[in-house]
């Protein structure tokens, strides 16, 4: 074999060489981009935004000055005082593991975890003329006219999970969750971004940390108005013994779990043995 075609045989193997290196780095890439999104401006070829981003502009035009606190405090003041008090119920959920599951699956898995049961939430709130507040990231704040609703919504969301808990394991893994409700005054704070304030939003959080995974805590108040009213779901709920806990920051409350009869009450034991067995 003449210099020349060793020469090009040499080159044909340098550039396969190449090739395979170029493919496997594109299948590198492209697995990379579903976690890490720096790499997208990396791949797109764009490289002058990172520095951009690094030092957007002079450290010498930093403003120094600072921001006039009296008017600031002065709006915040004036909202709040012109702002009505509203009787609702609350409602609060939780996915249970948030972080966890991220951490072991990845965010895309556990951002499509998280919107299912935030999915699943509102679509029960909905169903039951409540409102969702906002998102909490793994789980709703919701707000209802009636004490009922709120319950109906929640019981609603926990048979829903259940009958599709096959379908929704496939998909994300196991979906466990808590859910508090309560009632009381608020505030409505006006704004782009509904929200509001007050003692019964600090209770219904607490409420939903106090309870197991996969039940349904109300309180003393809610069970004050919907028990009248329980009769004509008899056949379909159930209601626990009540139970004195201590919630954090909050005080002594008698809590009361609730469930579909078909599901059973999470506290008893024959319930709990068949988590442990399935």
């Given at each position: 074999m003449s210099k020349s075609h060793r020469q090009a045989a040499k080159e044909g193997v340098v550039d396969l060489t190449a090739e395979k290196l170029v493919e496997q780095s594109n299948k590198e890439?492209?697995?990379?981009?579903?976690?890490?999104?720096?790499?997208?401006?990396?791949?797109?070829?764009?490289?002058?935004v990172l520095p951009q981003l690094a030092a957007s502009r002079p450290a010498s035009r930093v403003d120094t000055e600072p921001l006039n606190l009296d008017v600031i405090i002065e709006e915040v003041a004036r909202m709040i005082a012109t702002t009505q008090d509203h009787y609702?119920?609350?409602?609060?959920?939780?996915?249970?593991?948030?972080?966890?599951?991220?951490?072991?699956?990845?965010?895309?898995?556990?951002y499509m975890r998280n919107r299912l049961f935030c999915d699943i939430c509102e679509h029960a709130v909905q169903r039951y003329h409540g409102q969702v507040v906002k998102r909490l990231g793994d789980g709703v704040m919701a707000v209802f006219e009636t004490a009922i609703d709120a319950v109906l919504a929640a019981l609603l969301t926990k048979r829903s999970i259940a009958i599709g808990r096959k379908k929704l394991k496939k998909l994300v893994g196991s979906m466990d969750y808590r859910i508090g409700i309560t009632c009381g005054y608020v505030k409505e704070i006006p704004g782009e971004a509904q929200d509001y304030i007050g003692h019964a939003m600090d209770k219904g959080a607490r409420i939903q940390t106090t309870a197991r995974r996969n039940q349904i805590?109300?309180?003393?108040?809610?069970?004050?108005?919907?028990?009248?009213?329980?009769?004509?779901?008899?056949?379909?709920?159930?209601?626990?013994?009540?139970?004195?806990?201590?919630?954090?920051?909050?005080?002594?409350?008698?809590?009361?779990?609730?469930?579909?009869?078909?599901?059973?009450?999470?506290?008893?034991l024959s319930t709990r043995l068949r988590h442990l067995f399935h």
């Open positions: 890439i492209e697995k990379a981009l579903k976690d890490d999104s720096t790499l997208q401006l990396l791949a797109s070829g764009d490289l002058s609702k119920c609350i409602m609060f959920t939780d996915l249970e593991s948030s972080t966890e599951y991220k951490r072991n699956m990845g965010h895309t898995k556990g805590l109300i309180d003393e108040i809610v069970y004050g108005l919907i028990h009248t009213k329980i009769r004509d779901y008899s056949g379909d709920i159930l209601i626990g013994q009540p139970k004195n806990v201590t919630l954090k920051g909050v005080g002594v409350s008698t809590l009361y779990e609730v469930s579909p009869k078909e599901l059973g009450l999470e506290s008893s």
